[in-house]
């Protein structure tokens, strides 16, 4: 080779390596130095250097890199942001910034869901500080039908309670929660459900259990089907939560969507399963899991819940089978148990109350949830209302939240108490992010699918904490029920710092949709009693009119 091509394959390969390694010669929009990686698909836990730019994670790397921010994360876990999937707070600003101090880069809600879609996702649309989603709301859409409530503008959990209240203005009954739908107003519910799906939704959201007199089997079915016409999700916080006697055990309720989302194969989440039986949902779910079926379980780590004071599983007829009584109820504007008068005075009053209630049962179970594989940590948190039931704007204090503490300090309650029960930290992380994201990418939604993983090449949602002082600070005291989660100084949504120096970043919106694209045409067909029971039946018999009739009674 003469000296001359010496010199050119030498600066030929200067130049390539310069290329290759462009890291090191251009500053990256931030970089976090010096933390412990943390991957859970790969199982990656070194102390790297990540460099960041336009949102991606373009290097993991033992290299020295810059950046136009510099994270100093030494003693600092470097990991995937966290995923809920069953936040009531997701629609408030309020509810995000306390998310973001707790480690979440994207909640959603895809247990209460929401009503016209299109609309919810335009409200949000560059201006939201976290990545947004929801489905579609059964429960929203019977409010509709069958309580005649206009609905015609996006709603959320954020205002559920107040909507459960309204729904029994025009009669004096939740219609919504205990009556059973005409053939008619079932095609009504569906028709405008499958609007939503069009639209975009990740999949529908069924509180049925608060709606467990009025949600036929025959209901709850297609409302399943819907989805699965889409090759959506569907998750659901099942019937019969909590009942631990025969013949209304809570697994049956369980095993109702079960077998609905088996037969028709579809993305199953089964929403806080941290009942009674449990243990038995999750050994099916495994089962599944090893044939192939795309299904999972939620669960908060606390052994008190909260829902509205007039559910039908507290009335006096219903509360002993979960096995406590009135005075297991708080009331969080107090922080003092309840009994069965004050239960009655409240539920009187105001019967879309927000208390909380202990299940004493659940302090046992509680360190077993963080070892069970797919059962992924969603905090099921509250709308953010102050003790007068207002909601709660963005610059509003932490202290001013009332209502359950698991709306403020979930995951790092779920790192604390790995950290004291000695479970593996890629275990919960797993539960935190990647199980989510995982089991979401799988059921189609692309933009999980470069989520949850701590890789070159995936989204920069990023949680750092302190694996030593992570801890939850939200108390069932007033004054201290929104406190919020420390030890977890830094969070980046879309490569974008939104809390630093363990303060949420104001006036910043980095937040994407987590969604389907909108279709042209929607996709459900009205259902007809003969047609619909022709279709089960052999080509040469024909409907006997002794069959009566498949609407409900």
């Known amino acids: 080779m003469s000296t001359f091509a010496r010199i050119v394959f030498l600066l030929t390969a200067l130049q390539l390596a310069a290329c290759g390694n462009g890291s090191a010669q251009e500053p990256f929009d931030v970089v976090i130095l010096n933390g412990r990686v943390m991957d859970v698909e790969t199982n990656f836990d070194e102390v790297r250097n990540v460099g960041i730019r336009d949102g991606i994670i373009v290097t993991i790397s033992e290299d020295s890199i810059a950046g136009n921010e510099t994270i100093d994360a030494a003693g600092h876990v470097v990991t995937a942001g966290f995923i809920d999937t069953h936040h009531h707070g997701a629609g408030s600003r309020w509810g995000v910034k306390a998310s973001l101090r707790d480690g979440v880069t994207t909640p959603m809600d895809v247990e209460l869901g929401t009503i016209n879609v299109a609309g919810w996702y335009a409200e949000r649309d560059g201006n939201w500080p976290a990545n947004y989603g929801a489905a579609a709301s059964h429960e929203f859409h019977r409010m509709k039908v069958l309580d005649g409530m206009a609905l015609d503008g996006p709603a959320d959990g954020t205002q559920f309670a107040a909507l459960r209240n309204a729904s029994y ?13 005409t053939l008619d107003q079932l095609n009504e519910m569906l028709v405008n459900i499958d609007e939503d799906l069009r639209a975009g939704a990740i999949g529908i959201a069924s509180t049925t259990g608060y709606m467990a007199n009025g949600v036929t089997t025959l209901e709850l079915f297609n409302v399943q089907k819907v989805a699965a016409n889409y090759d959506r999700l569907y998750a659901s916080h099942v019937r019969l939560l ?71 599983f507290i009335k006096p007829e219903n509360i002993g089978q979960l096995g406590i009584d009135y005075t297991n109820l708080i009331d969080p504007t107090t922080g003092e148990n309840m009994n069965r008068e004050i239960y009655d005075r409240i539920v009187a009053e105001d019967p879309a109350f927000i208390m909380i209630l202990c299940l004493p049962q659940r302090e046992a179970w509680l360190p077993m949830w963080l070892e069970v594989p797919h059962m992924t940590v969603a905090g099921d948190q509250m709308p953010p209302v102050d003790a007068e039931g207002n909601p709660l704007d963005w610059d509003d204090p932490y202290e001013a ?69 992570v801890t939850d600070n939200g108390q069932y005291k007033v004054g201290e029920n929104g406190n919020p989660s420390t030890g977890i100084p830094y969070v980046l949504v879309n490569g974008t710092v939104m809390v630093r120096d363990s303060k949420v970043v104001d006036g910043v919106f980095p937040g994407r949709p987590i969604r389907f694209e909108p279709e042209a045409e929607g996709r459900f067909e009205p259902l007809e009693r003969e047609a619909y029971l022709d279709n089960l039946l052999a080509p040469d018999l024909h409907i006997d009119e002794g069959l009566g009739s498949i609407e409900s009674h």
């Open 169 to 181: 203005d025009e009669n004096g009954v939740a219609d919504w929660a205990v009556t059973r739908a």
């Open 242 to 312: 909590g009942n631990s006697n025969p013949p209304t055990e809570a697994t049956l309720g369980a095993f109702e969507q079960i077998a609905n989302g088996v037969a028709l194969n579809q993305p199953l989440i089964l929403s806080h399963n941290n009942n009674f039986g449990w243990w038995e949902v999750e050994e099916h779910l495994q089962l599944l899991r090893d044939q192939g079926y795309n299904v999972w379980s939620e669960y908060y780590p606390y052994a008190c819940g909260s829902s509205t004071i007039g559910s039908e």
């Open 401 to 469: 939240y009332n209502g359950h503490p698991r709306t403020v300090g979930t995951h790092a309650k779920t790192l604390r108490l790995a950290r004291e029960h000695g479970v593996p930290l890629m275990q919960v992380l797993a539960q935190n992010n990647y199980w989510a994201a995982k089991h979401l990418g799988d059921a189609g939604i692309e933009a999980m699918k470069v989520r949850g993983r701590m890789q070159e090449g995936m989204v920069a949602d990023i949680t750092v904490f302190d694996p030593e002082t």
